[in-house]
Nanobody
Framework: QVQLVESGGGSVQAGGSLRLSCVAS????????RAWFRQVPGKEREGVAV??????????VYADSVKGRFTISRDSARNTVYLQMNSLKPEDTAVYYC????????????????WGQGTQVTVSS
């Protein structure tokens, strides 16, 4: 089992920045991929960014909608993954979820077994 706790959501004006954090505990080592997803009411959950906790797995992967604005990073010593969100837009408004799974870096919800409770991000114009 892996437990995930997100924090850092909030309200910000367009153009602003927020940093989300996700602390993992439990059986984290075999569950090597960490991702951020987001969801708005009535729409499917969308993959935003993914990173592997194993260095050999390569660079993070981003959705086209956030490339150049969002950065995912990890602190292995703290079992924490971050999502730095810059140049935020109103369309970034959503509940953001942290997810953990095993295998290749993926932005599909099918790859993830463990989910956090979500944190709301609201961007006003």
């Amino acid at each position: 089992q892996v437990q995930l706790v997100e924090s850092g959501g909030g309200s910000v004006q367009a153009g602003g920045s927020l940093r989300l954090s996700c602390v993992a505990s439990g059986n984290t080592k075999p569950n090597n991929i960490r991702a951020w997803f987001r969801q708005v009411p009535g729409k499917e959950r969308e993959g935003v960014a993914v990173v592997s906790t194993w260095t050999v797995d390569g660079s993070p992967v981003y959705a086209d909608s956030v490339k150049g604005r969002f950065t995912i990073s990890r602190d292995s010593a703290r079992n924490t993954v971050y999502l730095q969100m810059n140049s935020l837009k109103p369309e970034d408004t959503a509940v953001y979820y942290c997810a953990a799974g095993a295998g290749s870096r993926s932005l599909s919800t099918w790859s993830y077994k463990y989910w956090g409770q979500g944190t709301q991000v609201t961007v006003s114009s």
